[in-house]
């Protein structure tokens, strides 16, 4: 797919019409927004009447799916916008579903879908991600669609919540060529052997980004780790093969300034924007948070993709150590037909386990 046609461009006329939806326009439709008579603001609004903020966002109930968008026809999503309380960021799961597939394409944490796992929020900001103070999340990923997208949140809590959104898309002729966003996290609470997978799919695309989250379970370092890609039919060897963890993300030498330890840092395309340092009581354990989004770099393949990279430390003499640690990971692919997103459904229910 070519980057002129992920987007309508700005600098000439196109055949998009911009739409967008939110609480106060949950339908997208010309004309629709501003005119809800009730909503969580409806007291505040009571003296001023209709079109004065009357529905801003809307009140998630525990156990509760709620459809954020419905849209039928082609076009392609362009930015999407939520807030949450931090504590609330992986107690969401986001799903979009496209063109109609029953099974969603994505189907992530809302914090991880943002590169915030762990309900901490950081600011940062990236291409294709930005988290702006306080919690504000936008996603800047393309996402076409050809007849159809929905796209829903579900709070798998026993609380109730409130979430404000918007999504800002375009209606209109979308290229054959175009490929589909996906996204599929998985977790390995603790890496068996050594080993943390973030994708195996059958299908045609591109690997475009990564996002890791690491909780260690130990002391030393945690990121010797290769990120290795079997692509196409190779079975025991990749053919693409990385050299550690922190190299992967653009990093080196253990994210470490001497003398002042980790540092983190951002920009466009790779970032260790996470580094959650113990407390002292209950915040035990150090965690981090990486990414890395392959727009210029993007991984293809044909036929198969499996990604995983190794959980692996250092012992004393200065030899390798499997470790156990916890490693979640969100994997953004393109492909040009819609696939199940594979993420791992059954860990949904105890993901504010931190």
């Avoid at 994505?106 to 988290?131: C, Q």
């Avoid at 050594?194 to 980004?209: E, F, W």
Wanted: with cysteine; glycine share 10%.
């Amino acid at each position: 797919m070519k980057n002129d046609d992920r987007t309508p461009s700005i600098a000439k006329l196109s055949k998009f019409r911009s739409r967008s939806i939110s609480a106060e326009n949950r339908s997208g439709a010309p004309g629709a927004g501003g005119r809800a008579v009730d909503g969580t603001m409806a007291d505040a609004a009571s003296k001023l009447g209709v079109g004065w903020k009357v529905s801003p966002s809307l009140d998630l109930l525990a156990g509760q799916t709620l459809e954020l968008a419905n849209i039928r026809g082609s076009g392609i999503i362009q930015h999407l916008w939520v807030t949450v309380k931090p504590e609330w960021l992986r107690r969401l799961v986001l799903s979009f579903y496209w063109d109609g597939m029953s099974e969603p394409s994505i189907r992530v944490p809302l914090g991880d879908f943002f590169a915030l796992g762990w309900n901490h929020f950081v600011p940062f900001s990236s291409k294709f991600v930005v988290a702006a103070p306080y919690c504000g999340l936008n996603s800047y990923w393309p996402m076409p669609f050809r007849t159809a997208a929905r796209v829903t949140l579900e709070n798998i809590t026993e609380e109730n919540t409130t979430v404000f959104y918007s999504l800002d898309y375009s209606e209109g002729e979308i290229e054959p060529e175009s490929l589909l966003l996906h996204a599929t996290w998985h977790r390995s609470h603790p890496v068996i052997d050594g080993i943390h997978t973030l994708l195996d799919i059958q299908a045609t695309g591109k690997y475009v980004g990564t996002y890791l989250a690491v909780g260690v379970d130990s002391p030393g370092w945690w990121g010797e780790g290769e990120f290795k890609f079997f692509m196409d039919g190779d079975e025991e060897y990749p053919t693409i093969c990385g050299t550690g963890t922190e190299d992967f993300f653009g990093g080196a030498w253990d994210f470490e300034v001497p003398g002042s330890g980790y540092k983190e840092f951002t920009s466009d395309y790779i970032g260790f924007h996470q580094v959650i340092r113990p407390d002292g009581l209950y915040e035990s354990q150090t965690r981090f948070g990486m990414y890395r989004w392959q727009d210029a770099d993007s991984v293809s393949f044909l036929e198969s993709l499996r990604v995983t990279v190794q959980d692996l430390g250092w012992l004393p003499g200065h030899r390798y150590r499997l470790r156990k640690d916890d490693i979640a990971s969100t994997a953004f692919w393109y492909a040009l037909q819609p696939c199940a997103s594979n993420s791992d459904e059954m860990l949904f229910e105890h993901l504010d386990v931190t």
